[in-house]
Structures are given as structure tokens and as C-alpha cells.
């Protein structure tokens, strides 16, 4: 299936947009995506990726950096920009920078090939989950100073200011402010922000924190977010 086949959503099944300009592994990933009920989109190069999003309106993007013409880091930067949408980076660069950069630019998830087929699946199961959990909260907003998170519309004020969060720095934030008055552990923070297996990716957390912090800083110079070191991370009301 190409990226301008553009067919109807299947009934109860999620559509995976797949950015990858390897047609056998593109083709191998949308076989595993059928046999889990969901609607596999191939687009083999940036610049289509970007004309068919909007149409298509995935329930999450598949994405590698090595793209012909638009690498994935523009077309990562520029779906960002538009739209919270999970994206998983899945790619055979897999150096500490390129992490780095990727989790910089919002992505939700790295992955690194080759990889385990049924591993992809969960991770995307993982992030569908997060993005669209179950049970919503009761709809309350939580406010800790002059912070104000609301979780229904996951939106961010700081003095009033909307700060745009991708979806894993608010799914940190909301954790966090849920829990003021106590020290909130890196493996707690891991498991409720990405999920079971996720426990050793130290690494993912303290990119997310870097970014979420800049982001707040940039209205609020007093951190909202403190470190214990050793232990983890808690909300400070300021």
C-alpha cells in the first residue's frame, strides 16, 4: 500500500503511517500490523510523507532518518509542529547523538534496526496506549502554583502562557504533578510515561527532562522540576 492510496479507516483498527524507504521492510512491518487488526500506510520518501499526513490523520508514524530527498529529521520537526501525534523513530543510526537529537525533536520512541518485529509491535501498542488510555481522568485541572495542567485537552499554562508539550512531556509533567510531595523514582517515571520494559532507559527520561525543563524555562526561569540525585525527580511549586 502506498501513501496515496488513501482508503477508508477500518473499523476499530488503528492506521500506522510508515515512513521507510526499504520496501521489504516496510512490507514486513505492515504484514505484523494486519495481524494485529491495523491499516499499514507505506510512504517511501519525506516530501510524500508530508503531502499524504494531514489526509490520512494516523494514529501514529513509523518513521526512519534516512529518507531520500526530505530526511526524516525535517519531516519529524515538521509533523511535529502540526500535530501530537505519537512518532517512533525507527532507524539503523542508533548513535547517542542521533538518540538524542531524535527525542530533542519529539519523538516518543527510538528504535534501532535490526530489531525484533514483536518488540515493534509493543512499543507501538505502548505508545497507542499512552496517547489514547482507556479511562480519561475525571477532567479536573491540577494546578501546583503557577503551574495549571489540564488532562482532558492536554494543555499546559505557566502564568497564564500555553506551553506546547509533545505528548510524552506532558504524560512526565502530569505524573509529576500528581505527586507533590513526594520524590518520584527514574524507574516509577519510566514505567507510567512509557511503559513495562522501559526500566533501564535512564537515558530517554533524562532527554525528556532536559526538554521539558527548556520549554518551561522559557516562561518560567525557576525550575518546576527538581532532582533529587540518586533518587529521581519531583514537582516544585514555585
Same mark, same amino acid.
Given at each position: ?41 507505506? =510512504?517511501? #520518501?519525506? %516530501? ?7 489526509? $490520512?490523520?494516523? *494514529?501514529? +508514524?513509523?518513521?526512519? @532518518? ?67 488510555? =482507556?479511562? #480519561?481522568? %475525571? ?7 503557577? $503551574?495549571?495542567? *489540564?488532562? +482532558?485537552?492536554?494543555? @499546559? ?82
Amino acid at each position: 500500500m502506498t501513501a496515496t492510496e488513501l482508503e477508508g479507516r477500518p473499523a476499530g483498527g488503528r492506521r500506522v503511517f510508515v515512513v521507510d524507504d526499504e520496501p521489504e521492510f516496510a512490507s514486513l512491518v505492515c504484514l505484523w500490523l494486519e495481524r494485529h487488526g491495523w491499516d499499514g500506510v507505506v =510512504a517511501a #520518501d519525506g %516530501s510524500k510523507a508530508l503531502a499524504a499526513f494531514e489526509a $490520512l490523520q494516523p *494514529d501514529i +508514524v513509523l518513521l526512519d @532518518v534516512g529518507l531520500p530527498g526530505l530526511d526524516g529529521w525535517q519531516v519529524l520537526e515538521r509533523i511535529r509542529a502540526i500535530s501530537r501525534v505519537p512518532i517512533l523513530l525507527v532507524t539503523a543510526r542508533g548513535t547517542e547523538a542521533e538518540r538524542i537529537r531524535g527525542l530533542s525533536l519529539g519523538a516518543d520512541d527510538y528504535i534501532t534496526k535490526p530489531l525484533s518485529f514483536p518488540e515493534l509491535m509493543a512499543r507501538i501498542e505502548a505508545a497507542l496506549r499512552r496517547t489514547h488510555p =482507556a479511562d #480519561d481522568m %475525571s477532567g479536573t485541572s491540577i494546578r501546583r502554583g503557577r $503551574l495549571l495542567l *489540564d488532562p +482532558v485537552r492536554h494543555r @499546559v499554562q505557566v502564568s497564564g502562557v500555553e506551553i506546547h508539550l509533545t505528548p510524552t512531556e506532558f504524560r512526565l509533567l502530569q505524573h509529576l504533578a500528581e505527586q507533590p510531595d513526594r520524590v518520584v523514582s527514574h524507574r516509577e517515571l519510566l514505567e507510567a510515561v512509557w511503559g513495562s520494559g522501559y526500566e533501564a532507559e535512564t537515558h530517554l527520561l533524562q532527554v525528556t527532562v532536559r526538554n521539558l525543563r527548556a520549554k518551561l524555562a522559557a516562561v518560567m526561569p525557576d525550575s518546576v522540576i527538581g532532582t533529587v540525585y540518586g533518587l529521581g525527580y519531583r514537582i516544585v511549586e514555585t
